[in-house]
């Protein structure tokens, strides 16, 4: 979404909020566009309020909910990974006592992309199968599960099966930013086996989204700058990695400021990332991309049945 769009959501949430300061699902809905908007003081504020409220009313999803937001509030900014992980667990746990396993789906989910934040791959990719396991097969937040767990691939070079799993996502997922950062990590996995052709267009898309979706453009400069690391592109890489790195400092998102400040010192001392793309995947990484490509291919949004609420939720795609 257009910073400016953002802009006005995030005024319209805050007044839903206050003209009905009991109801948790608009106190979580003006966190969420806070959140996206990179005013963190304020979604801080919010995601509270309606955990407080949704307990008290015993309205388990917003409660759920308001635990999913603080989580993914807090591994943003890199401020309490440990509290992060705790309010994920309530989430969860919770969301499959009330029998709702389409939310312990997203939670999980979450927690699949704080394990990947702490480096721990082992617990990213054991948290993917069990997500895959809960989403329901229509979940409006499953081409996005899909590109983010692409994204585990990704930060361990299998660019071969992340470059499938992202072609894929790019089918069917339509929101220009999440597009614009989709095409970003294809340039990095065109980039990573070889594919100069497919990096030079791709890499021409992502430019075109970040620069006229604010949204997300700091991860696609990141995803940018490894890019052209990969083919030795060592201007360029800096280039994106500054960029990358300004546009994280100014909304607060230390998470993507420490990877592109990563990327670009490396950039600068001409280092190369290890060659890990002869690495085969394990049996439950290869099978679980394929179930996933199958059930996107599968994927009708119109086919979903049932509530639906955190369609928006991490800073890397969805």
């Given at each position: 979404m257009d910073r400016s769009l953002l802009s006005t959501a995030c005024q319209f949430a805050l007044a839903a909020a206050h003209l009905l300061p009991d109801n948790p699902e608009f106190s979580n809905l003006a966190g969420l566009m806070f959140r996206r908007s990179g005013d963190f003081g304020r979604a801080e504020a919010c995601y509270p309020r309606a955990i407080i409220l949704g307990q008290k009313q015993r309205n388990w999803v917003e409660y759920i909910c308001g635990h999913i937001g603080t989580a993914a509030l807090l591994y943003t900014t890199g401020v309490n990974l440990k509290r992060a992980v705790r309010h994920l667990k309530t989430a969860a746990r919770m969301a499959r006592k009330e029998g709702m396993l389409w939310l312990a789906g997203h939670a999980v989910h979450d927690s699949m992309l704080l394990m990947l934040e702490r480096g721990d791959f082992e617990g990213a990719e054991a948290a993917a199968v069990r997500a895959a396991e809960m989403y329901p097969l229509h979940d409006r937040r499953f081409p996005f599960f899909v590109a983010d767990y692409a994204l585990v691939q990704l930060m361990q070079w299998r660019f071969s099966d992340a470059h499938r799993l992202l072609k894929l996502c790019l089918d069917?997922?339509?929101?220009?930013?999440?597009?614009?950062?989709?095409?970003?990590?294809?340039?990095?996995?065109?980039?990573?086996?070889?594919?100069?052709?497919?990096?030079?267009?791709?890499?021409?898309?992502?430019?075109?989204?970040?620069?006229?979706?604010?949204?997300?453009?700091?991860?696609?400069?990141?995803?940018?700058a490894e890019a052209a690391r990969?083919?030795?592109?060592?201007?360029?890489?800096?280039?994106?990695?500054?960029?990358?790195?300004?546009?994280?400092?100014?909304s607060n998102d230390r998470m993507v400021s420490r990877l592109a400040g990563d990327a670009l010192a490396l950039a600068k001392a001409r280092a190369l990332a290890p060659d890990r793309s002869e690495c085969p995947p394990s049996s439950v990484n290869e099978e679980l991309g394929r179930v996933l490509g199958i059930r996107l291919r599968r994927w009708s949004p119109d086919e979903h049945r049932g509530p639906q609420r955190t369609l928006f939720r991490n800073q890397w795609v969805a």
């Open positions: 069917v997922i339509d929101q220009p930013a999440a597009r614009g950062v989709i095409t970003s990590m294809l340039a990095r996995t065109a980039a990573g086996t070889g594919k100069r052709e497919e990096y030079g267009r791709f890499s021409v898309w992502a430019r075109e989204f970040a620069e006229k979706y604010s949204e997300h453009a700091a991860a696609a400069h990141y995803h940018l990969a083919c030795r592109a060592w201007q360029e890489a800096e280039a994106h990695a500054l960029r990358a790195r300004e546009i994280a400092t100014q």
